[in-house]
Nanobody
Framework: VQLQASGGGLVEPGGSLRLSCSASGFTFTDYSIGWFRQAPGKEREFVGAISASGIRTLYADSVKGRFTISRDHAKNTVYLQMNSLKPEDTAVYYC????????????????WGQGTQVTVSS
């Protein structure tokens, strides 16, 4: 199982970024995918998740209305569209796969990709 997160970078407050999570080594359409983030000195934080079918999504209150998760089954890729970014969104962002239904609990995720850094600063 491999997950590869990409698309991070430096963006000004109010700007947008789209992260990608490319998956391989498992049947992509069978599993929910989640996004987490971790800022320096802070605990890992749930950002959002998307069901295997792509029909259901779940978001943290801190990003609801600003972030959108989608998935492309033809490309085995999950996206995290981040709009109206704030300095407090600065973190390393990770994607992970779970055999559970949509869950906020990091310990229910079985495989993790390497992170991609997002920095929101003027």
């Amino acid at each position: 199982v491999q997950l590869q997160a990409s698309g991070g970078g430096l963006v000004e407050p109010g700007g947008s970024l789209r992260l990608s999570c490319s998956a391989s080594g498992f049947t992509f359409t069978d599993y929910s995918i989640g996004w987490f983030r971790q800022a320096p000195g802070k605990e890992r934080e749930f950002v959002g998740a998307i069901s295997a079918s792509g029909i259901r999504t779940l978001y943290a209150d801190s990003v609801k209305g600003r972030f959108t998760i989608s998935r492309d089954h033809a490309k085995n890729t999950v996206y995290l569209q981040m709009n109206s970014l704030k300095p407090e969104d600065t973190a390393v962002y990770y994607c992970a796969v779970t055999t559970a239904w949509l869950t906020r609990s990091w310990d229910r995720y079985n495989y993790w990709g390497q992170g991609t850094q997002v920095t929101v600063s003027s």
